[in-house]
């Protein structure tokens, strides 16, 4: 088990940093996709920087402030749970798959988490 914490936990990290800072610049899907939901373009830094935040604690809980750590996966699943239902919320479903994937990979970093 430790070796898929590791990896699912850090993979986790890597993955939400890099949607973060695709936010902060923003890149144009990103700009498309929210707008399609409905986000509004003044949300996104405030958006990435909760991401970023999320995958900075996740990196600190594996090195070792565990309680940060469950907390950071247990943000992340909540971000996350709200945008599938932002997604559902505008019936664009063509693209669920992408935060439905950050969401399993939050529970499953979270799991990890309180079990270790």
């Known amino acids: 088990m430790t ?3 590791f990896v699912i936990t850090l993979f986790t990290a890597a993955i939400t940093a890099g949607i973060a800072v695709a936010d902060l610049v923003p890149a144009g899907f990103v700009l498309a996709n929210s707008a399609e939901v409905g986000v509004p373009r003044s949300w996104l830094p405030a958006l990435g920087t909760v991401k970023l935040a999320g995958a900075a604690g996740l990196v600190v809980g594996v090195a070792g402030l565990r309680p940060l750590g469950i907390a950071a996966a247990a943000g992340l ?3 996350f ?3 599938v239902a932002t997604h559902l919320r505008a019936h664009v479903l063509y693209n669920i798959a992408f935060p439905g994937a950050y969401l399993c990979l939050s529970a499953a970093s979270l799991v990890f988490m309180v079990l270790r």
């Open 81 to 83: 749970v709200g945008a």
């Open 3 to 5: 070796i898929a914490y």
């Open 77 to 79: 699943v909540l971000f």
